[in-house]
């Protein structure tokens, strides 16, 4: 929502001080430049993006409009994390085995809904757990493996941004290119009246405004809020590695839950006794289950 509260303020203000100086709103609706300015930017958008790129703004975008991972999001992870953990060190790494094909029918998994919606996490987890499964490969490979994975989704992710950070680099162009034909069209109309060519004149202006307040007022803001997001976002999948990675070298399920709770940005990481108190909570639960 904040994204959404950004861009009232930048419209209040710039429209605010206009009014504030005696302009007149009606003046700046100028259809013809809106065309001329959008289209080129999608046009360009449309040229220099793959289509999965696009979907893939347009999902970010999306996500904007929701809130980013919270604290409670987190302890859910380290919770879930624990339970998996525990039952690794009790009967094995094999047992993970039906939880990690069929995430939703998993009695650990269907107690956090809010984690399974995030499909690439849930894919990251099944993947990185089902290599300790296999056997055979050492913490620093296992590691370097999910470094690897994690490096390719950070920067498919961020491909979204930077196309939008180009087209916001280019609206001040396309404005000047807005800007340039209004002057044209004044041009042809030099012999005219007074009134006829000072609008004109203030048309062709308002091509310029409009590039460089859609630039720096909207798509490179825009742009960054995705950067932000997307890591963000990564920061559960960093949390994830942290534990795997812990319990991959025969860490105990609460000290492994514990690399993975120091993995977590500080502003939303739980702490240690919050963390301890959740998992001897689902410590609990796991042994009324199996008993």
């Not at 013809?32 to 999902?59: N, Q, Y």
């Not at 975008?61 to 604290?71: A, D, N, W, Y």
Request: net charge negative; charged share 15%.
């Amino acid at each position: 929502m904040l994204v959404i509260g950004g861009l009232i303020v930048v419209i209040a203000a710039v429209a605010g001080g206009y009014l504030w100086e005696g302009g007149h709103l009606a003046l700046l609706f100028q259809p013809g430049e809106f065309a001329i300015i959008g289209g080129a930017a999608a046009g360009m958008l449309l040229v220099s993006t793959p289509m999965a790129v696009l979907r893939a703004m347009l999902g970010q975008i999306q996500r904007l409009l929701t809130p980013s991972p919270t604290r409670q999001d987190y302890a859910d992870v380290l919770v879930m994390l624990y339970q998996l953990f525990r039952v690794a060190q009790s009967t094995g790494v094999m047992a993970l085995e039906p939880h990690l094909d069929n995430p939703r029918e998993s009695t650990i998994f269907a107690r956090y809904p809010r984690f399974l919606a995030r499909a690439a996490s849930v894919a990251f987890l099944a993947d990185s757990a089902r290599v300790i499964i296999v056997g055979g490969i050492s913490p620093h490979d296992f590691d370097h493996l999910m470094y690897e994975d994690l490096e390719i989704r950070q920067r498919e992710a961020l491909q979204p941004a930077s196309m939008l950070t180009k087209v916001g680099d280019a609206l001040p162009g396309f404005g000047i290119v807005a800007a340039v034909l209004g002057v044209v069209i004044t041009m042809q109309a030099i012999d005219g009246p007074v009134t006829e060519i000072g609008h004109k004149v203030g048309a062709a202006l308002v091509g310029t405004f409009l590039g460089i307040l859609l630039s720096y007022g909207f798509a490179q803001p825009l742009a960054s809020s995705l950067e932000h997001r997307v890591g963000e976002e990564l920061n559960i999948d960093q949390t994830i590695k942290a534990g795997l990675l812990a319990l991959h070298k025969g860490f105990a399920p609460a000290i492994a839950v514990e690399f993975a709770r120091r993995a977590i940005p500080d502003e939303v990481r739980p702490s240690f006794e919050e963390t301890e108190q959740l998992c001897r909570g689902a410590r609990g639960e796991q042994q009324q289950a199996a008993a």
